[in-house]
């Protein structure tokens, strides 16, 4: 274990399915991300979470809707997604304001969209 | 806007070879540079962090080396071992905070 925990690991959904991904860090950090790992390409981030308040949102489309409830917890709402949402959805954390920190990331859920 | 390039690709060697992974970003303003291992359908692992005011970092068989001025970072893996098989990432933390990723390369170690 990182220090940040996913779950589910799997997640197999058909497009008109809502369901949630969860991620949590016990590590101290406060700024939370989502990123998305599609085959062949480098990791796209997604949202970034600093002190609870969403400070980036890089173009994600609106099926996508993420939730900050406090400083160890993230979660990433889905829903009428598409088959080429199907990616393995990453989650990290690091300090806010602590550029000179690296990045923890979670194990990741792997998402297939039928 | 930060460029990330890894290369090469991919690289297949036998095991006791050294391994040697590049990565190249486009702004030299950075925090840090990181290095991940990921291994198939996983998470990412962290190896190696270098900040910008380094010239390199040291961890077992690790070493990792960053020229900021000419905006490369390379990787080295010493007597490689068949469990080094994965896919390296290099990731640079630019001027704004964020995290740019290169496309990785992956690794295979044959005994």
């Known amino acids: 274990e990182t220090g940040v925990t996913q779950t589910p690991r799997h997640l197999v959904m058909g497009m008109t399915n809502k369901k949630s991904l969860k991620c949590e860090q016990h590590l101290g950090h406060n700024a939370m991300y989502w990123y998305k790992q599609s085959a062949k390409k480098p990791l796209e981030l997604m949202f970034v979470?600093?002190?609870?308040?969403?400070?980036e949102n890089n173009s994600v489309p609106s099926r996508f809707s993420p939730e900050c409830p406090n400083s160890s917890h993230l979660f990433l709402h889905l829903h009428t997604l598409q088959p080429e949402d199907s990616a393995l959805y990453l989650c990290?954390?690091?300090?806010?304001?602590?550029?000179?920190?690296?990045?923890?990331f979670g194990s990741g859920t792997r998402l297939t969209v039928v | 806007k930060q460029e990330v390039t890894q290369i090469p690709a991919a690289l297949s060697v036998p095991e006791g070879e050294n391994l040697v992974l590049n990565c190249s970003f486009t702004d030299s303003a950075i925090y840090n540079l990181q290095w991940f291992r990921q291994d198939p359908g996983k998470g990412l692992t962290s190896l190696l962090l270098i900040q910008s005011s380094q010239r390199e970092q040291t961890s077992g068989r690790l070493n990792a080396s960053l020229d900021k001025s000419s905006g490369r970072s390379t990787l080295y893996i010493a007597a490689s071992q068949p469990g080094d098989s994965a896919t390296y990432l290099c990731?640079?933390?630019?001027?704004?905070?964020?995290?740019?990723f290169g496309a990785g390369t992956q690794v295979v170690v044959t005994p």
């Open positions: 979470y600093s002190l609870e308040e969403r400070v």
């Open positions: 990290a954390s690091s300090p806010a304001n602590g550029q000179f920190y690296g990045y923890t």
């Open positions: 990731a640079v933390r630019d001027s704004w905070g964020k995290l740019q």
